[in-house]
């Protein structure tokens, strides 16, 4: 790690900085002391901060660690004239004694312009940030901004926080785009668009229509474009070709104006780039939110060219197109419609070695897969809304999508009953298979909330609808030869599976709240929830002429319903807010396979108790306590009571006897954000507990073929906790940020009908440091560190350990003119038990780019990945009974010159 002590002497090079301060005292004409009045320190070239603090409660400021030279010193407190005075700082300290701030006596107009340079001001519970005073390069993206914001971070992989919360949404001019997914916003849109930055609380329609708290709030980003940039074409295109035949190919179009937003983005490439990230295709399944519980989330990471942040294996090639309309109608009324469209093809091969524990033995397994996918999806969503302050809230949207998938996949393992050195085999398994699947599905949900007029029993009335449909078709064909070497039996089979999976689910909830004096609430509800399953299976052996084959063909058929009644108790206030909710469920499952005669119900009730208590010590600062109980039923197809074959020696047989999991999760957060000296902590702790976990039951033969049974264990145990710290270090002129991340879980399984006890647990710690003062160099130095330990109930010899650590840094300098620099690396560790296996994995990546044309339009660049050509797709995984290790085909060197153009015409 040589190459990082330059890095790291640079970081720490400002510890020789001069002990240059500003201080003073605040207050009015009549000697009131002034609070939180904003005191910015200002370049006079171009108003753009060179450092920042706000007033404390008795009026004093201090501005420390300051940078030589000649600045603008301004002072903003809301209703009051801005205060300008011109500072040479240099190695004394600066007292300025009390500033006496007056009354505004300007019109609105004249407050309003004169408020342009001010950086940052709180309006109530908004803050508001002036782009232009955070210098930003050319090109840059939002996310380049926020960065530079006092209180808002932006992580590795493009996650945002403010005031220590997670930004759940980013809305342009107060409208949604791309259906509020951050990233997509951030990553796209230019930063010289932007003319403030607004950060709150998103208030839900019972605070804004009923005047009542609620707790469940989302951290908003609001941008405001400068006025030239509405009415006006602006993004960019881009082109880039390289080594090895590499390309991408991009664009980005936005048009904005008082009445209507567009959005226009489309990528191709084959350098493992995607466009959207996984917030995009929740939205489009219409959220978590929408399940509850009654639909277990299926997502296959081939079906959409996904951005996790995870590492990407294979080779593909991605193209995504989307493009998102918003219009503003008259009387309230909005029109919001987004069409994504999505192809990928990929070719993976991948090596693997495991150990299977069975028992008292271990089962020692080596194979080789080489797998390709070819997948097209579009999806199309509108939304109408109509809203009208302070009385009603009105949602209708609709979704549709399609989507066709082909795969094929060649497998060949071997397992070994003792050391693998020896080499002595019990099985082997040679399987090629093909896929065919489409899919089409849509929803529609309905949103109403309206405010009851004065003198009523009630204070607010909401009503919610929802309508999922999912049909798909799957054509399987395959072929296996396998080898039980033990009991000396061989198998060839060549098979096809035909499913037809028709999936309905509808719900309804209705809510009215009663204010109950100033700082209580109740609310009453009521919903009722049914979901429909059918699932047809027809399997035939091609080797016969295509007989069905009739004990693995059958019709099976789920419905599940739900009525749920409750009650909730809301408390209201400044400093102290709380929550109690009872809630009764009755629900009936009806489970029925063809084959017989009768079908097999199930009934159950269940109070569903829920409480949160939350505590404001001050602005900013909060702690909060919550439980909550759960309920879920199984999937049908845990249920479906007829065995895979798919693979012969290892079959997967439902459970129509399985209960739904019962959960109880009870959690505790604290938050601290300090507005003075932007410390921010956020801090979670969850202890979760499950009844009724489905699990599996494996039963293993004396040729060590298996039969996997989906069952119920008693009990499933996690803890999780989470800390995040980030504070400015000013005289080191650096920010630190802290995150440890610790994950505790027990669960059960059964071997032979013995139990086997997995404990996990799981670290993650991380260290970041960064330089404040970004003019010309924006430098980050970290390290990772994260270790998996396994244990097991059967036998202390199969305990691992697993590390994974991380050390990363980059640097960027752009103080040369129409020039920008930047380089990055990461240096990954891996260590386990498994086969004594230990690597380090260099990547390197660098850019050279520069602006060429006078009108600032083009630029090229020269950008390279993994530089040493060290990438591998090497991951582990560790289950309840087996440890992994996987190499899989992956990305590596590329070298890609690009051309860039950016857009900027005016509109009609």
Not at 154 to 165: F, H, L
Request: glycine content about 6%; charged content about 25%; aromatic content about 12%.
């Amino acid at each position: 790690m040589k190459f990082l002590f330059p890095l790291l002497l640079f970081l720490s090079s400002s510890l020789m900085a001069q002990k240059a301060s500003i201080q003073g005292i605040i207050s009015d004409e009549n000697g009131e002391l002034q609070p939180f009045a904003t005191v910015a320190l200002l370049h006079p070239e171009d108003s753009t901060v060179a450092s920042f603090a706000l007033s404390r409660e008795n009026g004093t400021f201090l501005l420390e660690h300051l940078e030589k030279g000649n600045f603008l010193l301004q002072i903003n407190q809301f209703s009051y004239d801005v205060w300008y005075k011109k500072v040479e700082v240099n190695e004394k300290a600066i007292d300025l004694g009390m500033i006496v701030l007056f009354q505004t006596k300007q019109n609105l107009k004249e407050v309003q312009v004169q408020a342009e340079a001010i950086p940052l001001r709180f309006n109530g519970d908004t803050i508001d940030y002036n782009a232009s005073s955070f210098r930003t390069r050319e090109n840059a993206p939002v996310e380049e901004l926020l960065k530079k914001l006092p209180g808002v971070q932006v992580d590795e992989s493009g996650n945002i926080k403010a005031q220590g919360e997670n930004v759940n949404k980013i809305t342009i001019e107060g409208k949604e785009v791309f259906g509020n997914d951050p990233k997509i916003i951030s990553k796209n849109l230019p930063a010289d668009a932007i003319k403030k930055v607004q950060v709150f609380d998103e208030k839900s329609a019972a605070e804004k229509l009923g005047g009542m708290g609620d707790q469940n709030k989302d951290k908003t980003i609001n941008l405001v474009l400068k006025e030239d940039k509405k009415n006006l074409w602006f993004g960019n295109l881009e082109a880039a070709y390289g080594y090895e035949n590499k390309y991408r190919i991009g664009s980005k179009l936005f048009n904005f104006d008082k009445k209507k937003q567009l959005a226009v983005l489309g990528n191709m490439n084959n350098i493992n780039q995607f466009g959207f990230s996984i917030d995009e295709y929740i939205n489009f399944r219409g959220g978590f939110g929408s399940m509850n519980g009654d639909v277990n989330l299926e997502f296959d990471p081939n079906d959409f060219p996904i951005d996790f942040g995870q590492p990407i294996y294979g080779e593909i090639n991605s193209g995504v197109g989307g493009i998102n309309y918003n219009r503003s109608l008259q009387k309230h009324r909005s029109l919001n419609w987004t069409y994504i469209g999505t192809l990928q093809q990929k070719d993976q091969d991948e090596s693997s070695y495991s150990e299977n524990y069975l028992g008292t033995d271990i089962l020692y397994r080596n194979s080789l897969q080489n797998s390709f996918n070819n997948n097209h999806r579009h999806q199309l969503k509108m939304e109408f809304r109509r809203e009208e302050k302070d009385r009603f809230e009105h949602r209708f949207s609709g979704s549709f999508n399609w989507k066709d998938k082909k795969t094929g996949n060649t497998l060949f393992s071997t397992d070994y009953y003792v050391p693998q050195t020896l080499q002595v085999p019990v099985n082997r398994f040679d399987q090629e298979i093909s896929e065919n699947n489409r899919n089409l599905g849509g929803q529609l949900t309905e949103e109403f909330s309206k405010k009851i007029p004065e003198g009523k029993l009630f204070k607010l009335f909401r009503f919610q609808s929802n309508l999922d449909w999912n049909r798909s078709y799957q054509n399987r064909n395959w072929q296996t030869n396998s080898e039980l070497f033990l009991s000396g039996i061989s198998r060839n089979e060549q098979q096809e599976q035909q499913y037809l999976n028709d999936q309905k689910q509808g719900s309804i909830q209705i809510a009215a709240v009663s204010k109950l004096g100033k700082q209580f609430a109740l609310e009453s509800s009521l919903e009722g929830r049914s979901r429909l399953h059918y699932l047809d299976r027809n399997q035939s052996d091609l080797q016969g002429a295509g007989t069905i084959i009739d004990s693995l063909s059958q019709i099976f058929d789920y419905q599940r319903s739900s009525l749920k009644p409750g009650i909730r108790l809301r408390r209201n206030g400044q400093k102290f807010r709380a929550e109690m909710e009872l809630q009764w469920e009755y629900s009936i499952r009806r489970s029925d396979l063809k084959s017989r005669q009768l079908a097999q119900n199930l009934i159950w009730t269940q109070w569903l108790p829920a409480a949160s208590l939350e505590y404001n010590f001050r602005d900013g600062h909060h702690i909060n306590l919550s439980y909550q109980n759960t309920i879920s039923d199984a999937d049908p197809q845990q249920l479906f009571p007829i065995y895979n074959t798919i693979n012969n020696l290892h079959y997967y047989l439902g459970n129509e006897n399985l209960r739904p999991e019962r959960s109880h999760q009870s959690s505790l957060d604290w938050t601290l954000f300090d507005q003075f000296s932007f410390l921010s902590i956020f801090s979670r702790l969850d202890a979760i507990y499950v009844k009724d976990k489905i699990s599996t039951n494996q039963w293993i033969n004396p040729d060590f073929s298996s039969t996997n049974v989906y069952t119920n264990v008693p009990y499933d145990y996690g803890l999780r906790s989470y800390f995040d710290f980030s504070s400015p270090i000013r005289k080191l002129k650096l920010n630190v940020h802290l995150e440890l991340r610790n994950n505790w879980n027990q669960s059960l399984i059964y071997l032979n009908g013995i139990e086997n006890i997995s404990t996990n647990l799981r670290h993650r710690y991380q260290i970041r440091l960064d330089n404040r003062s970004k003019k010309k160099w924006d430098a980050e130095i970290g390290f990772q560190f994260g270790f998996t330990d396994s244990r097991f109930s059967i036998s202390n010899t199969y305990n691992n350990r697993y590390i994974e650590n991380k050390a990363f840094a980059s640097i960027r300098y752009t103080g040369f003119k129409n020039w920008e620099i930047e380089c990055s690396t990461k240096i990954y560790h891996y260590q386990s038990r498994l086969n004594g296996f230990e690597q380090f994995i260099p990547i390197v990546n660098a850019r050279i780019s520069q602006q060429f044309s006078k009108n600032k339009r083009w630029r090229w660049s020269l950008e390279s990945f993994d530089l040493l050509d060290q990438n591998t797709g090497i991951r582990q995984n560790t289950g309840l009974q087996f440890l992994e290790q996987n190499q899989s085909s992956i990305l590596r060197r590329y070298v890609l010159f690009a051309l860039s153009y950016k857009i900027n015409r005016a509109g009609k």
